[in-house]
């Protein structure tokens, strides 16, 4: 089966390249820039194809002898739906590396799954990061305590941001805060919700963000309320609520892109001895109905490894075996033991407490 990374010239996609190369794995490189993709490609003797996103006959047609896409050219509320609806109409299976709620909404919508499972095809979107570590811990709360009505996810790392995945921290700014609940996406403002949490090195200052797993936990374990939150200390917290006044300016087209050519210019992501120093952990908590809480903890490497090593995991798994088409997460796929799995992660460290 012949497989494609598409934005192997970004940040992220070019390390996967490089990786996939490493292993003698022979990906497809494609994207948008000519020169960056021959650069690369020349380099490490593999094939590449330059098409935009833009055109549907085009798009199809790159892809007509590709059996998967890994697709890591973002930002993905503009580009998944058209390489999803390319990989749907070619029958390849679609990865991506996403964040972005509304992407996941989009391949776990009724629509998608129906199709995908008529197509014989896998739908995965989130993995990398985004959301390999904290779906995996959703499911192995949701084995833990079977009745949980309530769900909150977060990770702690002192990380420096790639280019790509700056650029959605800008779009969710103008978007404010997003939380489930009853099972239902709802907005909130930045910095409403507030609390302090122990995610593995002592209880820090904490608010909750629109991360992807208000989306993908659903879909994995079903429980109806869910949170997603990282450390922040307090006086930045309370400067996060002021930032729901600048939320109108902040979803005008010309400010976003404006923002996002300065992180062109000025972001380039860690190199790898920042990378190298760049730890994460990865915490979750189940409460039921009775008030009993269960939490788990988790330490992997830094994040842009770990969606290297998770996205060729599944890349990998798909081109060697059979199976049944549909909408999938992660942890959905491989199970709750998977990060455990990924080169330098731990185990789950579980910590129970009844009302």
């Not at 390249?17 to 794995?25: D, H, N, Q, S």
Request: net charge neutral; proline share 5%.
């Amino acid at each position: 089966m012949q497989w494609m990374i598409y934005g192997a010239n970004g940040y992220t996609g070019e390390l996967i390249a490089r990786e996939a190369a490493r292993r003698g794995l022979f990906p497809i490189l494609a994207g948008r820039n000519k020169q960056k993709l021959h650069e690369l490609a020349n380099e490490l003797g593999l094939p590449y194809r330059t098409f935009p996103l833009t055109q549907a006959a085009e798009v199809h047609e790159s892809l007509i002898d590709i059996g998967l896409v890994l697709h890591c050219a973002g930002p993905f509320s503009v580009t998944a739906e058209p390489m999803q609806e390319a990989c749907l109409t070619v029958g390849a299976h679609y990865l991506d590396i996403t964040g972005e709620i509304s992407v996941f909404e989009l391949t776990h919508s009724r629509v998608q799954s129906a199709r995908a499972r008529k197509k014989g095809i896998v739908l995965c979107s989130g993995v990398g990061f985004d959301v390999i570590p904290t779906d995996c811990v959703a499911l192995r709360l949701k084995e833990l305590m079977p009745d949980a009505t309530h769900l909150s996810l977060g990770f702690d790392s002192d990380l420096a941001l790639s280019p790509g995945t700056t650029k959605t921290l800008i779009e969710g700014l103008g978007a404010g805060c997003v939380e489930r609940v009853d099972g239902k996406l709802k907005a909130t403002a930045l910095g409403s919700r507030h609390r302090h949490i122990d995610f593995g090195r002592g209880a820090r200052s904490a608010m909750t963000i629109p991360w992807g797993d208000v989306s993908t936990a659903y879909y994995t374990t079903g429980i109806p309320n869910i949170q997603t939150w990282i450390p922040m200390p307090s006086p930045l917290v309370f400067g996060a609520r002021g930032l729901s006044f600048a939320r109108p300016l902040l979803q005008v087209n010309a400010v976003q892109k404006l923002l996002k050519k300065l992180v062109e210019r000025f972001v380039c992501g860690p190199d790898e001895a920042a990378r190298a120093v760049m730890p994460t952990l990865v915490w979750g908590e189940a409460k039921n109905a009775a008030g009993d809480v269960v939490s788990v903890c988790i330490d992997i490497p830094n994040i842009y490894s770990m969606t290297v090593d998770g996205a060729l995991h599944i890349t990998s798994h798909l081109l060697q075996s059979t199976i049944a088409g549909g909408s999938y997460t992660p942890a959905v796929l491989f199970g709750s033991s998977f990060i455990t799995k990924l080169p330098g992660s731990g185990n789950f460290k579980v910590i129970r407490s009844y009302s």
